[in-house]
């Protein structure tokens, strides 16, 4: 069975620039997650979707991060403009499902985008 | 406010002993808990889910307790060997739907 697949792996830029990462789910699985994970520090959730609708974005800095999952398959988390502070791994998930009463999914990690903003 | 503290940020043991790990929480009503495993360049991995009202769950080499009158979890590695070491990550799970709060991990060591 396929992982979670990411892209780029490593992406530099300069601040106030804009990027975007790509995440590919584990076939089947209906949740995505974005995380962003700075250095020494536990992931921390952006933005969770159940197929292409948003469950929970209230970590997300609207103003500047978006995050699309159009066809409930792939997605799309952009930085627009980016800040130094935004320099960290940004990581993708994935689960089964998470419908009311599954409580227990287990979420599988892709190998992260490794983000620096000069 | 909300915390997830796993005591000490390094832990380094000898092959063969059993490496214990703490996760503390406050303000968080967990409906369970999760142990991932997190290697450099790499995402984490699942390794262990305790539910809230479970005590003791066991993996091989692995155990994980949750106590949740003291707001804790304790991560073991019996027999510990060079391979494990990486760093592993507590993760909880609130009543609310989804949400996954991790701390900031701790790194193991496990010389020979």
């Known amino acids: 069975e396929a992982g979670v697949a990411q892209s780029p792996r490593y992406k530099i830029i300069e601040k106030r620039q804009s990027v975007a990462f790509w995440c590919n789910p584990i076939?089947?699985?209906?949740?995505l997650y974005w995380y962003q994970q700075i250095l020494g520090q536990g992931p921390k959730l952006l933005i969770q979707?159940?197929?292409?609708?948003?469950?929970?974005d209230s970590q997300l800095p609207k103003d500047r991060f978006s995050a699309e999952r159009l066809k409930g398959v792939d997605s799309t988390l952009k930085i627009q403009p980016a800040k130094l502070e935004d320099s960290a791994v940004y990581l993708c998930?994935?689960?089964?499902?998470?419908?009311?009463?599954?409580?227990?999914?287990?979420?599988?990690f892709g190998p992260g985008t490794r983000l620096t903003v000069l | 406010s909300q915390k997830i503290e796993q005591n000490s940020e390094a832990l380094n043991i000898q092959e063969g002993k059993t490496a214990t790990l703490t996760c503390n929480y406050t303000n968080y009503s967990p409906a369970y808990l999760q142990w991932y495993r997190q290697d450099p360049g790499r995402g984490p991995v699942f390794l262990l889910l305790i539910r809230e009202n479970e005590k003791e769950k066991r993996k091989e080499r692995l155990k994980v307790t949750f106590d949740t009158t003291l707001k804790q979890s304790l991560f073991h590695i019996t027999a510990s060997q060079p391979a494990d070491s990486a760093t592993y990550l507590c993760a909880i799970r609130g009543s609310t739907l989804g949400r996954l709060y991790f701390g900031r991990g701790t790194q193991l060591t496990v010389w020979p």
């Open positions: 076939s089947g699985h209906a949740t």
């Open positions: 998930a994935s689960s089964l499902s998470l419908l009311a009463g599954v409580r227990t999914d287990t979420q599988y």
């Open positions: 979707f159940q197929n292409n609708g948003v469950v929970d």
